[in-house]
T-cell receptor, first 110, second 115 residues
Framework: GDSVTQMEGPVTLSEEAFLTINCTYTATGYPSLFWYVQYPGEGLQLLLKATKADDKGSNKGFEATYRKETTSFHLEKGSVQVSDSAVYFCALRNNNDMRFGAGTRLTVKP | DTAVSQTPKYLVTQMGNDKSIKCEQNLGHDTMYWYKQDSKKFLKIMFSYNNKELIINETVPNRFSPKSPDKAHLNLHINSLELGDSAVYFC??????????????FGSGTRLTVV
C-alpha cells in the first residue's frame, strides 16, 4: 500500500540555519503530496502541497518540489526562526485517504 | 469562524466509561475523518465518511463507533474506555469530489485521558 517515510527527529537548529527535512514516498499512480505543520497543542495545518511531478509548493518561506524520479518531496527553508519550532508531517493522497509520515520534530534555538 | 470544531478539548474519564467526541465543519466539505495521534505523534486513520456514508473503517476496536447525522457532523462514540485509548483524537474534513488534490482541514484535537 501507499506509504510515506520521513527523516526521524528530533532536529535542532540555530536561528537562521538552513532546514531540510527529507520525505520519500511509495505509491501507485500519481498521488498529491503535502506538508503539514503541528504547533504545540494544536491540530495539523496545511503548509504546502504539490499535485504533479516537478511542481513546487511554497508557503511562509518553506518549499518542496515533487520529484517523481526519486519519489521524494523534501521540505526546505533557507533561514529558520524560533517560531518555526513544531512537528512537520509529510503526507500523500492517492484516493480518499491521506497517508502521513511519522512526523519530524523541529526545535529552533535563538 | 472556526472551520472544524471539536468538543470537548480535554476529556478525563475512568476506565469502563462511555464517552463521545463531537465534530462539526462549516466548510461545505463532503468528507470527514477521525484520526488518533499517539504520544509519539504518529497519526492513524480511524474512520472516514463521505456524505454520511462510511468509506474507511480501519482496524479499530468495535468499541469505537462513528455517527454522521449529516455531512457537516461526524461524532465519535467510545464504549468501555480502556487505558490504551488515551490519545489525542483529531477530526478533519476535505473535499473529495473533483479529485484528491485537496488537503485536509483539521480540528484542534481532543485530548482523551483514561484513568
Amino acid at each position: 500500500g501507499d506509504s510515506v517515510t520521513q527523516m526521524e527527529g528530533p532536529v535542532t537548529l540555530s536561528e537562521e540555519a538552513f532546514l531540510t527535512i527529507n520525505c520519500t514516498y511509495t505509491a501507485t499512480g500519481y498521488p498529491s503530496l503535502f506538508w503539514y505543520v503541528q504547533y504545540p497543542g494544536e491540530g495539523l495545518q496545511l503548509l504546502l502541497k504539490a499535485t504533479k511531478a516537478d511542481d513546487k509548493g511554497s508557503n511562509k518561506g518553506f518549499e518542496a518540489t515533487y520529484r517523481k524520479e526519486t519519489t521524494s518531496f523534501h521540505l526546505e527553508k533557507g533561514s529558520v526562526q524560533v517560531s518555526d519550532s513544531a512537528v512537520y508531517f509529510c503526507a500523500l493522497r492517492n484516493n480518499n485517504d491521506m497517508r502521513f509520515g511519522a512526523g519530524t520534530r523541529l526545535t529552533v534555538k535563538p | 469562524d472556526t472551520a472544524v470544531s471539536q468538543t470537548p478539548k480535554y476529556l478525563v474519564t475512568q476506565m469502563g466509561n462511555d464517552k463521545s467526541i463531537k465534530c462539526e465543519q462549516n466548510l461545505g466539505h463532503d468528507t470527514m475523518y477521525w484520526y488518533k495521534q499517539d504520544s509519539k505523534k504518529f497519526l492513524k486513520i480511524m474512520f472516514s465518511y463521505n456524505n454520511k456514508e462510511l468509506i474507511i473503517n480501519e482496524t479499530v476496536p468495535n468499541r469505537f463507533s462513528p455517527k454522521s447525522p449529516d455531512k457537516a457532523h461526524l461524532n465519535l462514540h467510545i464504549n468501555s474506555l480502556e487505558l490504551g485509548d488515551s490519545a489525542v483524537y483529531f477530526c478533519a474534513s476535505s473535499q473529495a469530489r473533483g479529485g484528491f488534490n485537496y488537503g485536509y482541514t483539521f480540528g484542534s484535537g481532543t485530548r482523551l485521558t483514561v484513568v
